[in-house]
């Protein structure tokens, strides 16, 4: 583990029982979520055996877990939005809970600021995303006001993040066999309804084992395994291992809504993309601001640094609105209790009709 890591390993995540290894094992599986335990057993220098028996601990307690996402190619194929939801006072938590249960709500965030809520949506089309807004959303008993910024373009996501708890031998250890290749847009295709299936299946566990998804959907073995390498390997879905934030050593998440000019935005993005705290780097239009950006910190004292940092890094950026992340409710469609850990998941059924069963 490296030392940057074990001063952000705090006492926190300590008191639910995890350590080093298990921080440094989700380190593992974030290089390669669905790894064998033999592979990862290896790297960590554990026997396989415990290796299993440490993440099953893990993900039976909600502390960590591994979900699909729609790939480069396929995210291109669906339109996000981040959506600024105003609630009528004291209906907040409602209303967070009640979006939480609908498919096409990946993430809700409860933030301070001028709004309440912040929910990432995905549909299928910009008319699906005004029916959601209107419809859906925006009868929403306890809704007051909504603002949507449309998603133009991803440089960082959170399954990019790591906790650094690995070192340099371990990394290579993985990297030795091959991980899952990470394709680009041009691979992608249209989605049987097999493969969709398959997604969705994937989001009660991203390491669910091929035999048990072949029982699901009602197919052999090698067709899943067959379907499952070039959903992957064509760049439409994308596998992460995700943390319960307080496990993670880096507890306190912020968002920043920014504007720079529109020539240097790719730039600046892929450059916020490799600071380390960075969790989410999001190009937006149809708003006031045309990039968003969220990062995980140690502390509240390390929003206002890194604040600074940027504007001396980027002069040219403006902030335009900044929060702080009070609770997650649900992240990449995992359900989340007070603490951050997982305590169910919804599907993240971007295809379904946004108004349905709302």
Known sequence: ????????????????????????????????????????????DLDPVTVARRWARMADAGLAWVTPQLGQG???????????????????LVVAETLARRPHAFTVEHTTGSRDLLVTVAVPSLAALSRYLVESLGALPGVRETRSHLVTSVHAQGGDWRPRALDPRQRARLAADGGPERATAAGARRLTAQDRELMLRLCADGRAPL???????GVSVSTVRRRLQALVAGGDLELRCEVAQPMSGWPIATWLLAEVPGAEREDIARQLAELPETRVCLGLTGSRGNLSYSAWLRSLDDAERLEQLLAQRFPRLVVLDRAVVLRFVKRMGRLLDPVGRSVGVVPMDVWSDPFEGS
Request: proline share 3%; aromatic share 6%; net charge negative.
């Open 211 to 217: 035999t048990s998804l072949a029982d699901e959907l």
């Open 1 to 44: 583990m490296t030392d940057d890591a074990q001063d952000s390993f705090t006492a926190l995540g300590m008191s639910y029982g995890i350590d080093e290894t298990d921080l440094s094992l989700v380190h593992a599986l974030q290089l390669d979520p669905r790894a064998p335990w033999t592979k990862v057993g290896a790297a960590l």
């Open 74 to 92: 396929q995210s291109a194929r669906v339109f996000t939005a981040v959506v600024e939801v105003h609630c009528e006072a004291g209906r907040s």
